[in-house]
């Protein structure tokens, strides 16, 4: 019975992830499996200071795409910096429509915002499609979008191997 009390009282019980940002992981539109992107910048659109999320210099295989909750649309820009791609023509963007209420978690957690995306709409210049694997935005941090890129079936040679 102690050890229950004990338990009862420990702060742990509150998650590591305490805000609800969904996790999107990208993958291949040929077999769905997921990929690495090197080369890829993602940033806010009429975000404040048009934050980028990730510079070309990392390679991606997932990224948190967090939502306003002040507002009803959240937009990102995928731009390519590969050779031959890294041209504004070439942008993708991909739009999320949700709604978003304040949820009280616990005493250790405090309160967050979770939400629950109505729609989503994409270009398709590289991209192919937005799936949403869940639409409740939660703090659990597991893969809620899967994006899924067009990719060549053939890996590009390494660079500097025709010697």
């Given amino acids: 019975m102690l050890a229950a009390l004990a338990a009862a ?11 609800s940002i969904p996790l999107a992981e990208f993958r291949s539109s040929a077999d769905g499996k997921g990929i690495s992107l090197r080369g890829l910048r993602i ?4 975000a404040p200071n048009d934050s980028v999320l990730a510079g070309p210099e990392q390679t991606l295989t997932q990224i948190y795409l967090p939502m306003r909750s002040t507002a009803t ?16 023509a070439f942008n993708d963007t991909v739009a999320f429509s ?9 005493d250790e957690c405090g309160a967050m915002y979770v939400y629950r995306i109505t729609g ?11 799936a949403v694997l869940d639409s409740l935005i939660t703090n659990v941090d597991l893969p809620r979008i899967a994006i899924y890129f067009r990719t060549a ?11």
């Avoid at 009282?9 to 805000?19: M, V």
């Avoid at 995928?78 to 504004?88: S, V």
């Avoid at 949700?98 to 616990?106: D, H, L, N, W």
């Fill in 9 to 19: 009282c420990n702060s742990s019980g509150c998650l590591d992830n305490q805000s």
């Fill in 43 to 46: 940033s806010g659109i009429g």
């Fill in 120 to 130: 989503v709409s994409t270009t398709t210049h590289l991209i192919d499609s937005v």
């Fill in 98 to 106: 949700y709604t978003s209420r304040p949820f009280f978690a616990s």
């Fill in 153 to 163: 079936e053939d890996e590009p040679a390494p660079e500097g191997g025709d010697e």
């Fill in 73 to 88: 649309e959240t937009a990102w820009c995928f731009h390519y910096t590969q050779e031959g791609l890294d041209d504004d």
